[in-house]
């Protein structure tokens, strides 16, 4: 839940970690908001055998004026990749990376990731760097969380949400985390 006076100021802002404390973040989720390493590793271990990784869609589509400042990026196209990580058959986590055009033409193999973690991949290679994360109490309604619900029975109004823009060897991308209601469910 977020605090009514911090709903209508930041509704769908982006914020930094910094700015977190302003909300009211379920105690459950604030530890996978915000904890240090890796999201896939983290899940590994708190999931066991019952972790999966699982590609959901990848196709190529426009980047709007929203994502190409988000990225940063003047390319007008890119590479989009869903992903959803999950405890048994309760996914807890939507992830969906953006890909420039310019990117994957210096990078072409991103293409061809099928079930591997974009973060695990990227930890082994030299020339990476990450941002801080960046949150936002997402509407239903938003692009990424709509993909993230789209087989949703029942349907929040709103999810928690985390993104970093990466920079592989200078090339950019964006990583986005939707948190689903299941986080932390058996």
Not at 65 to 78: E, H, K, N, W
């Amino acid at each position: 839940m977020i605090s009514g006076h911090a709903q209508s100021l930041y509704a769908v802002d982006w914020v930094p970690a910094e700015r977190l404390g302003e909300f009211t973040v379920d105690p459950r989720l604030r530890p996978w908001l915000i904890g240090k390493g890796l999201l896939t590793q983290r899940m590994r271990e708190a999931c066991g055998e019952r972790f999966a990784l699982r590609l959901v869609d990848q196709r190529t589509g426009l980047l709007d004026a929203a994502l190409r400042a988000a990225v940063p990026t003047s390319d007008s196209a890119g590479l989009f990749r869903d992903v959803e990580m999950c405890n048994g058959e309760n996914v807890w986590v939507f992830t969906q990376s953006v890909v420039p055009d310019s990117t994957l033409c210096a990078h072409p193999w991103l293409a061809e990731l099928g079930d591997s973690a974009l973060g695990e991949t990227l930890s082994e290679l030299s020339g990476v760097q990450r941002s801080s994360y960046e949150y936002a109490w997402l509407p239903a309604d938003d692009a990424v969380t709509a993909c993230a619900l789209r087989t949703a029975d029942v349907k929040p109004m709103r999810l928690w949400a985390r993104r970093a823009r990466i920079s592989l060897r200078g090339a950019p991308m964006l990583t986005q985390e939707i948190f689903l209601p299941a986080m932390g469910v058996a």
